[in-house]
Structure formats: C-alpha cells, structure tokens
C-alpha cells in the first residue's frame, strides 16, 4: 500500500514537472523569439504559434513526410519530431529564410529563390502543403554537396534525398526536374 502510494506520488511529481513552463528563446528567420512553454510542447507548435510561422507546415505529425522540416543550426529537423525546448539558443531557419539558405543573396524577379522559380516553372507542386518542408531540405541538400566540393549530385542522391518527404499531388517527376534545372 505503501509503496503505491508512493508510486501515485511519483506520478503526481513527474506530471507537475511536464506541465511545468519553461522559458525558452530561439532566433526564428533572423527574428528573436521568447515564450514559456511547457516541456511537452513542440517546435511545430512554437513555430507556427509563438513564432507565427505559417509556412511550417504540420501534415502526419509523426515525422513521416518531412512537410515540418525546418534548419536548426544548420541542420534539417522535423520540427514535428523535436520539443521546443530542446532548440533553446537555436538558430531555426524556416522557408521564410530560404534564400539565405540556398545562399541566394539577390532573389530573381518576382522576389522568387532559384528553388522557388524552378519549381514554379516545372509544375513541382499542386496544393503545397509538402513544398515548404521541401525547398528547406533541398536547399540544405544542395549547400551541403556544394561544400563538399560537388555541386551535382547524381539522380541517386537526390531520389535518395527525396525518400524523406511525402507529396500526395504532383508526383516527383516535376519535383526532381525543378531541382535538377537548378544545379550548377
Ligand atoms: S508533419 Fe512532421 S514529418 Fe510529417
Ligand atoms: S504538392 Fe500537394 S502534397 Fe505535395
């Protein structure tokens, strides 16, 4: 009796300490943004209520088709997938900051990145609910071949790069032609 007593206690202590606020800041497309958020709380939410991001999108909320994707220091994460808290300090980059991540410093006409016109062009998205997540991960795709010192990746990698993002319209013929019309 005791010792579930105890274990009810326990349990009363743990759900106090996940409800619990904890104020967090992050650096969102270049802006700084600060809340108290409990420690169940996820980065798709800070983004898209805290932050007022809309172009974080949220589709299978179980980091399986890669809409959510955004760059946490550098680095593609499914913001589905990863609490708010653990990107304390972050610098998160959303599809607001593509152009500084496809290293784009003077967008074409229309105010369009390289990535964006390119899909526009080869009909790469019908409802774009997955496209935000996708142009955020190929422009990390690319930037990372680029350092590497191989600005074309083969059809290979970028059907594999493709496995981690799910579009349920246009099909991923156009898709891999946009981003194909975009290599150097
Ligand atoms: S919504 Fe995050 S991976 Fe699908
Ligand atoms: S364009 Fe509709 S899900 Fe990809």
Redesign the pocket.
């Known amino acids: 009796m005791t010792d579930a007593l105890g274990m009810m206690a326990g349990l009363r202590v743990t759900d106090a300490l996940l409800d619990a606020p904890l104020d967090i800041s992050m650096t969102v497309d270049g802006a700084t943004v600060a809340a108290g958020v409990r420690p169940r709380y996820l980065l798709s939410d800070f983004l898209r209520e805290q932050a007022g991001v809309g172009g974080v999108h949220v589709a299978c909320g179980h980091g399986v088709c890669g809409a959510c994707t955004v760059a946490v220091d550098g680095t593609p994460v499914r913001a589905c997938l990863m609490l708010a808290v653990q990107a304390d300090g972050a610098v998160v980059q959303t599809v607001a900051s593509l152009s500084e991540l496809e290293g784009d410093t003077a967008p074409g006409k229309d105010g369009l990145t390289r990535l964006q016109a390119a899909f526009r062009q080869h009909h790469a ?7 935000p997540g996708l142009l955020v991960s190929t422009a990390l795709f690319l930037s990372e071949h680029k350092a590497q010192g191989r600005p074309c990746p083969g059809r290979a990698e970028i059907l594999d790069h493709l496995n981690g993002h799910l ?4 099909g991923y013929a156009n898709i891999i032609a946009a981003i194909e019309s975009v290599l150097a």
Do not use: E, P
């Not at 579009?167 to 246009?170: F, V």
């Open positions: 998205l019908q409802c774009g609910y997955c496209t579009c349920r319209c246009t």
